[in-house]
């Protein structure tokens, strides 16, 4: 099973950017689909953006479409998640997770079968 450790996190002002990595061990990232999740205090955790294990399809929620981009170095074997324009409502836990690869993203969390610790993302207003 793969491994995932997340990084990147950290307190941001309103309109910042982050970039957040998911370094991937035990099993080569070109073997896996790839999503990223977030958790807001008090709140579901829900579906940030997917990518396939080769790159060629992703998906984004609706509320980080325009500002995220997700990406895939598999020969460094990580993920990266390029957060612009933050806002205060981004502000959650992220995490990355892995799946068998299916050519399909998947925004589903109980189809992914790996998970990182989780990095904390605080925007301020």
């Known amino acids: 099973q793969v491994q995932l450790v997340e990084s990147g996190g950290g307190l941001v002002q309103a309109g910042g950017s982050l970039r957040l990595s998911c370094a991937a061990s035990?099993?080569?990232?070109?073997?896996?689909?790839m999503g990223w999740f977030r958790r807001a205090p008090g709140k579901e955790r829900e579906f940030v953006a997917a990518?396939?294990?080769?790159?060629?399809?992703?998906n984004y929620a609706d509320s980080v479409k325009g500002r995220f981009t997700v990406s895939r170095d598999n020969a460094k074997n990580t993920v990266f998640l390029q957060m612009n324009s933050l806002k205060p409502e981004d502000t959650a836990v992220y995490y990355c997770?892995?799946?068998?690869?299916?050519?399909?993203?998947?925004?589903?969390?109980?189809?992914?079968?790996?998970w990182g610790q989780g990095t904390q993302v605080t925007v301020s207003a």
């Open positions: 997770a892995a799946r068998p690869p299916t050519g399909v993203v998947k925004i589903t969390s109980t189809m992914y079968t790996s």
């Open positions: 035990r099993r080569p990232l070109n073997s896996v689909d």
């Open positions: 990518i396939t294990w080769n790159g060629v399809s992703i």
